[in-house]
């Protein structure tokens, strides 16, 4: 079975930050104004939530759609609402990481900065202009 997209997204912005998750999530609580890391924070968990609820959909309609079952009015519905359930979730689950990969893709570490010396700019001398 392949990775969950979740897990996917939280290594790269793990990876991006250079902090585990927990301590990115400390972080980010710590200001009150939007960031771009509370963003992304707040976009893979919306991934994570997308994707538990397509685990549970599938489940529900594993067991709705058990061999041997009959299948009436009532389990037909169910069976529609689990389908449609499990699509908007996918749909979900696929915009916000989309998303969220390219803001991590724009983003990348800033290499440290050296110590340069800076030049100095030469003194600008003071003119008196007349204007009368």
Do not use: Y
Request: with cysteine; net charge neutral; proline share 5%.
């Amino acid at each position: 079975m392949s990775q969950p997209v979740a897990d996917q997204l939280a290594e790269r912005i793990e990876s991006l930050f250079g902090r585990s998750r927990a301590d990115l999530v400390a972080h980010a609580a710590t200001t009150d104004r939007p960031t771009m890391l509370a963003a992304l924070l707040d976009g893979l968990a919306t991934v994570e939530l997308a994707e538990k609820n397509i685990e549970f959909q599938r489940e529900r309609l594993l067991q709705l759609a058990t061999p041997g079952r009959d299948i009436g009015p009532a389990a037909a519905g169910h069976l529609f609402d689990c389908s449609r359930r499990i699509a908007e979730s996918v749909t979900i689950r696929d915009t916000q990481a989309r998303f969220a990969a390219a803001v991590i893709q724009s983003l990348h570490r800033a290499p440290a900065p050296a110590a340069t010396s800076v030049a100095q700019a030469p003194a600008l001398t003071a003119t008196t202009v007349r204007t009368r």
